[in-house]
């Protein structure tokens, strides 16, 4: 009698699935950034390691370069190339900004120069 296979993961520690999307180049790195703070799971700061992740989660990251959203589409079993790393989500657009957060001014600004 043969077993059948063994069903995908619903959910991974957020450590672990991290460093399967290589956003982290260690394991260590990635148990590191989940407890820094620097990560919303579903709006709610992560200071657990151990905190899973599961398909549909968005997790806002504040790192070096930014901040980046990302929506979770795929758990791994195991780390691999990049290209197949990068399967495991996708980029969210950032909020768009308000227009009094703009640059430029607000346009009433600009008619009391004028």
């Known amino acids: 009698m043969s077993e059948a296979p063994p069903e995908p993961a619903q959910s991974q520690r957020i450590d672990k699935w991290l460093w399967h999307a290589r956003f982290a180049r260690t394991r260590g790195a990635a148990q ?42 795929g758990i791994a079993e195991r780390r691999e190339s990049y290209a ?11 909020s768009p900004r308000r227009p009094e957060q ?12 004028e």
């Open 32 to 73: 590191q950034l989940a407890r820094s703070g620097h990560i919303r799971l579903n709006r709610d700061k992560v200071r657990d390691a151990a905190r899973p992740v599961r398909a549909g989660d968005v997790l806002t990251m504040s790192l070096r370069r930014g901040v980046r959203i990302i929506r979770v589409v």
């Open 84 to 94: 197949l790393a990068r399967l495991l989500y996708e980029d969210e657009p950032l």
């Open 102 to 113: 703009t640059q430029t001014g607000s346009e009433d600004g600009n008619r009391a120069a």
